[in-house]
């Protein structure tokens, strides 16, 4: 998802910076995508500082932040073990917040900005397997609208998109045995309304929405891209 949104920044004609701790991965979408690379871990504060500031000296402004960068662990709390906790929480909730605050801090003297996040489903309805998981979510939840809150005033949106069961690599993550296409396509029948996965461009176009302009008078939302599942 957080390679497709870059595709759909850069086919709208920004300028985009990919923050990745995968540099193989991030080569790819750089090389494709005509965006600039940065590689470290969303979950050291410093560098997330550093991110924002070398953007800044070296691009002019920072506009747009998308937090996407994520991680799942499929576990019930027994299973969850403190190492396994601390990780998910650093990536997950640690990489947002060190991420809006470094840049937030520069686009308070703008009194301008968009922020998007990326929640989950589970962030509000939560399911079983994913105890840490889930709470990471609900904390990017908050987080999305705490910050709209404090930052309103400085002309800085906050929102964050919810996606459901989309047709990614994490999507099969984690699993005892990965899941087939039969695997997928069941999961897809038996729980969600549409009886299809999503592919990661419909969140971008979401993300894309949420960023620009034409969502000028949204802040704080958490926007579910979910099929129906959470209309239930």
Known sequence: ?????????????????????????????????????????????????????????????????????????????????????????????????????AVVRHMIHRASGSIVNFGSIWGDVGASGVTAYCATKGAVHQITKAMALDHVENGIRVNAVAPGEVNTPMLSSGRLAPPSAADLANLAQNTIPMKRLAEPEEIAEVVLFLASDKSSYMTGVIVPVDAGYTAR
């Not at 540099?23 to 504060?45: C, F, P, Q, R, W």
Request: glycine share 8%; hydrophobic share 50%.
């Open 1 to 101: 998802m957080g390679a497709a949104s870059i595709r759909a920044f850069a086919n709208a004609g920004a300028t985009t910076v990919l923050v990745d701790i995968d540099k193989n991965g991030a080569d790819l979408v750089a090389k494709e995508t005509g965006a600039l690379m940065m590689i470290g871990d969303v979950a050291d504060s410093s560098f997330c500082t550093k991110v924002a500031d070398d953007v800044v000296r070296n691009q002019g402004q920072i506009d747009i932040l998308v937090n996407c960068a994520g991680t799942i662990l499929r576990a019930d709390a027994i299973n969850t073990s403190d190492d396994e906790w601390r990780r998910i929480l650093a990536v997950n909730v640690d990489g947002v917040f060190f991420m809006s605050r």
